[in-house]
């Protein structure tokens, strides 16, 4: 979550845990997005570089070469009055027209749209499903266009991943600690 107030862009995770990894990657452009829309922004999407393991490099501590790869694969958007009223003034088809348009109109260099398609069955979603798989992501985020942003669980959002079922052996046990939630 990529919030911009003022010029100004703080990044956190989806459970709101600071991403300072993200600090000065895509401020400039951030700040042109607020600047365009009028009023400050938030913008949800993903910091990802050119495949998996670059991309967790970037967000390590020694990450800087591969910090330069970093897009902010930005998916969804909305001003930071209705992020903080917890609730959208469009639907979700209107959020992600609008969010390609900026970023198509401003010619970001930084932050690119998601690829979004529009399915209308079964067949349809397999097929984008699979050639995201093959395109290096780990599966799809499916959303009801008529809905609201989401902020938590919802059956708006729901994700499609692959599962991977095996058997292992068990060797050791690690007891959970005195104070914490697994105590025991």
């Known amino acids: 979550i990529a919030i911009t107030e003022n010029g100004v862009s703080t990044y956190f995770s989806r459970s709101g845990k600071p991403s300072d990894f993200c600090n000065g990657l895509f401020d400039e452009e951030l700040a042109d997005m607020e600047k365009y829309v009028g009023e400050p922004i938030v913008v949800d999407g993903e910091a990802l570089a050119r495949n998996f393991t670059e991309t967790l490099n970037a967000k390590g501590s020694d990450g800087d070469e591969a910090k330069k790869n970093l897009r902010f694969v930005a998916f969804d958007w909305m001003t930071l009055r209705e992020w903080k009223a917890q609730r959208t003034e469009h639907k979700q088809s209107k959020r992600t027209e609008t969010l390609a348009n900026i970023i198509s109109i401003r010619n970001y260099a930084k932050i690119v749209k998601s690829k979004t398609i529009i399915v209308n069955n079964l067949e ?48 050791d046990i690690y007891e959970g600690r005195d104070g914490t939630k697994n105590v025991g």
């Open 124 to 171: 349809e979603a397999t097929a984008f499903y699979k050639q995201a798989l093959d395109d290096g992501f780990e599966g799809l985020i499916i959303k009801d266009q008529d809905a609201d942003y989401v902020w938590g669980r919802d059956k708006a959002w729901s994700k499609w991943k692959p599962v991977f079922d095996f058997d292992l052996t068990i060797t």
